[in-house]
């Protein structure tokens, strides 16, 4: 299984709602990320964990919470987001430390009304 | 800080002919890493190649090859017998290695093949 699985794909959330975008790898990689890409932009980093701790926060907003529950998953928890939040989020995973290759899932689009 | 630039927004090749896409970078590490990522439509990244500077050996991948000038801070993609799949934005990206996450993406080439 070298896959990255991202859910929901899609997804339409008001200023007020709580949502989560989660994340699911099997390949045994112990580092994993959030990126946020804006259309025709290439990816921002967010958040990376490592080991299943937080090592990366690229001063993102409070409004955007992370989770690793376990070696295999990773959520993004939303609130009270505004509409430039509006994006494809992508969540990747690599092998270890080293960027030897990273692995992408297909992402959430995310609108914010 | 590294930077990586692409200066072709937009390419178009027509299908079973060779393309070749910019990439410059600045740096001032000796060690270091390169790709070229592809975003087809349906939006997943996928690495395309990975070239060590360490090694003076260009990497190529079936019909994907780069020319490496590190001295000259260049990284092109050239792709051969390009196909309708090969249709997405293509990212050039810098890392420098070790325990460092980060990765540096360049604006990104929109590839068009037509038929």
């Known amino acids: 299984d070298t896959e990255v699985t991202q859910t929901p794909k899609h997804l339409v959330m008001g200023m007020t709602n709580k949502k989560s975008l989660k994340c699911e790898q099997h390949m045994g990689h112990r580092a994993m990320y959030w990126y946020k890409q804006k259309a025709k932009k290439p990816p921002e980093l967010m958040f990376v964990y490592s080991y299943e701790k937080l090592s990366i926060n690229e001063s993102v907003p409070s409004r955007f919470s992370p989770e690793c529950p376990n070696s295999s998953l990773l959520n993004l928890h939303l609130h009270a987001l505004q509409p430039e939040d509006s994006a494809l989020y992508l969540c990747a995973s690599s092998q270890e430390v080293v960027i030897e290759k990273l692995f992408f899932g297909s992402g959430t689009q995310l609108s914010v009304l | 800080a590294q930077t990586v630039t692409q200066s072709q927004p937009e390419m178009s090749v027509q299908e079973a002919e060779t393309v070749t896409l910019s990439c410059t970078y600045d740096t001032s590490e000796s060690d270091y890493y390169l790709f070229w990522y592809k975003q087809p439509p349906s939006r997943q990244m996928i690495l395309v190649i990975r070239q060590e500077a360490y090694k003076q050996q260009n990497a190529t991948e079936n019909r994907f090859s780069v020319n490496f000038q590190k001295a000259a801070k260049s990284f092109s993609l050239k792709i051969s017998d390009s196909q309708l799949g090969d249709a997405a934005m293509y990212f050039c990206?810098?890392?420098?290695?070790?325990?460092?996450?980060?990765?540096?993406f360049g604006k990104g080439t929109l590839l068009t093949v037509n038929p």
């Open positions: 990206a810098y890392h420098s290695g070790g325990s460092n996450y980060k990765l540096t």
